[in-house]
């Protein structure tokens, strides 16, 4: 059975309907970009499926159980579901260790030791053990970044939403957060990232979606869709990139 | 004629000024618990309750004080109630208080961005979790200048309960004047008290404003 069914995905902001019936399963342990000019809805897509955004037709289950937009069954995706996002959105008054901590404690219950001895674990695993103390502000985009990353993790995610985490990056930052999104792909996390970094698509990725217009346009091995891409507006993509 | 002494004066005025600053106190205190309470409600209510807190903000901050304590004093009495000049001035200006600091306050929440709002939900937290342990740490260190410098206007409030024969500084002055035929040196005492009180208030907002924006340096 597929981890995240979207099945017939349809959302409007008012006239404009950005998703107009998207389909996509995702099977345990892939990792899918999805790419697309802005304004495709990628970024909408996402948000749909962590429910940051309410659904106008269609359906989402993620391993078994539907999106609902009440708070409980919210809630409970949202312990399944991890969301990195672009803007890093670290909490700015607590260290980058509370940061890891906050939701376990306050979400899960987790006494403070545990939750302390998971932070340190999952910093560690994004390479940042010994900026347990140190604030966001002190930290360079990437480190937040990853902050983000391992704050996700902590709360044992089954999967995770990555929103163009790089694109607010310098570019010699991009490759450390990369790098870690690397690992857990090769651990078998399944991911699910609209990104502009192709080559990184190319490299790490089981399955590219191509977005055009609020649908899918193209779907299929990266190989397939960067090389042998079968409409024009994907050709003209991958051209202009 | 009795002779008064300018401590005769202050005297009686510094005992008056107590009063003023118990009402102050009250009034901060009792209008900071609605006031919040009118907070969670505007920007965390259903509908109805949000309109609802809209409402109270938008009416109490667009009537005079004065008139609040009228229909505060003499308001009640119309129903055979019969309202102590103190408990008529205290709830006027915990109303008062409640409706300005509210809107204060949203302010400040609002200021705290989006994706603040976005982490926490995205992490599992629920809408109480997320003001207790995400917005509010944020929004009460903007929120601290702005809240201490209005202090400075529910002192100079109480003033106007002198009017409703609440006998705090001003009312004091009115009635020492009466007595002493003094009016320059007393009021001109009141005002000095008024300033005692105000000034480092004011100060220590300004301070306060200073000493967090430090903190948000790189923002």
């Given amino acids: 059975?597929?981890?995240?069914?979207?099945?017939?995905?349809?959302?409007?902001?008012?006239?404009?309907?950005?998703?107009?019936?998207?389909?996509?399963?995702?099977?345990?342990?892939?990792?899918?970009?999805?790419?697309?000019?802005?304004?495709?809805?990628?970024?909408t897509l996402l948000?749909?499926?962590?429910?940051?955004?309410?659904?106008?037709?269609?359906?989402?289950m993620v391993a078994g159980a539907q999106l609902l937009p009440d708070e409980v069954h919210l809630k409970a995706l949202r312990l399944k579901v991890g969301t990195i996002f672009q803007q890093f959105n670290l909490f700015p008054h607590l260290t980058a260790g509370g940061n890891v901590m906050l939701s376990q404690m306050v979400v899960k219950k987790t006494p403070k030791p545990e939750a302390e001895a998971m932070a340190r674990?999952?910093?560690?695993?994004?390479?940042?053990?010994?900026?347990?103390d140190a604030f966001p502000e002190q930290l360079s985009g990437g480190q937040q970044q990853r902050v983000a990353i391992a704050r996700a993790l902590?709360?044992?995610?089954?999967?995770?939403?990555?929103?163009?985490?790089?694109?607010?990056?310098?570019?010699?930052?991009?490759?450390?957060?990369?790098?870690?999104?690397?690992?857990?792909?090769?651990?078998?996390?399944?991911?699910l990232m609209v990104t502009h970094e192709m080559r990184f698509a190319r490299d790490v990725c089981s399955r590219v979606v191509f977005m055009h217009q609020g649908r899918v346009h193209e779907i299929g091995h990266p190989e397939d869709v960067f090389t042998a891409p079968k409409t024009p507006e994907l050709r003209q993509f991958i051209g202009a990139q | 004629m009795v002779e008064f002494t300018l401590w005769d004066i202050l005297r009686n005025l510094l005992l008056a000024t107590r009063w003023t600053i118990a009402l102050s106190l009250v009034s901060f205190i009792?209008?900071?618990?609605?006031?919040?309470?009118?907070?969670?409600?505007?920007?965390?209510?259903?509908?109805?309750?949000?309109?609802?807190?809209?409402?109270?903000?938008?009416?109490?901050?667009?009537?005079?004080?004065l008139m609040q304590l009228f229909l505060a004093f003499f308001g009640l009495g119309l129903f055979g109630i019969d309202v102590p000049a103190w408990l008529a001035a205290g709830v006027a200006l915990v109303l008062w208080t409640a409706a300005f600091l509210a809107e204060?306050?949203?302010?400040?929440?609002?200021?705290?961005?989006?994706?603040?709002?976005?982490?926490?939900?995205?992490?599992?937290?629920?809408?109480?979790?997320?003001?207790?342990?995400?917005?509010?740490?944020?929004?009460?260190?903007?929120?601290?200048?702005?809240?201490?410098?209005?202090?400075?206007?529910?002192v100079k409030g109480t003033a106007l309960t002198s009017i409703i024969g609440f006998v705090e500084l001003s009312k004091a002055g009115s009635v020492v004047t009466n007595a002493t035929f003094q009016p320059f040196t007393v009021y001109g005492l009141?005002?000095?008290?008024?300033?005692?009180?105000?000034?480092?208030?004011?100060?220590?907002?300004?301070?306060?404003?200073?000493?967090l924006n430090v903190a948000h340096r790189d923002h």
């Avoid at chain 2, 009141?190 to 000493?211: D, G, H, N, T």
């Fill in chain 1, 47 to 60: 948000r749909c499926i962590n429910g940051l955004e309410t659904i106008d037709g269609g359906s989402i």
């Fill in chain 2, 30 to 65: 009792g209008g900071g618990i609605v006031g919040a309470l009118l907070l969670f409600v505007r920007i965390g209510g259903s509908r109805v309750a949000r309109l609802f807190a809209k409402g109270y903000v938008e009416l109490f901050q667009g009537a005079p004080l």
């Fill in chain 2, 190 to 211: 009141v005002a000095l008290i008024y300033f005692a009180l105000c000034w480092p208030l004011s100060k220590s907002s300004q301070m306060l404003e200073r000493k």
């Fill in chain 1, 1 to 43: 059975m597929s981890l995240i069914a979207i099945t017939e995905v349809k959302k409007r902001f008012g006239d404009n309907e950005v998703l107009k019936g998207i389909s996509i399963d995702v099977e345990p342990g892939e990792v899918i970009a999805i790419i697309g000019k802005s304004g495709s809805g990628k970024s």
């Fill in chain 1, 121 to 132: 674990k999952m910093l560690d695993r994004v390479g940042l053990a010994h900026k347990f």
């Fill in chain 1, 154 to 191: 902590a709360m044992q995610p089954i999967a995770l939403l990555c929103d163009e985490i790089t694109s607010a990056l310098d570019p010699e930052l991009v490759a450390e957060v990369l790098a870690v999104v690397k690992e857990l792909a090769a651990d078998g996390m399944t991911l």
């Fill in chain 2, 104 to 154: 204060i306050w949203r302010g400040c929440v609002e200021s705290i961005a989006r994706g603040q709002w976005e982490a926490s939900s995205s992490l599992g937290m629920g809408y109480i979790q997320q003001m207790r342990w995400v917005i509010l740490p944020q929004a009460l260190k903007v929120a601290v200048p702005p809240t201490v410098g209005f202090s400075v206007q529910v």
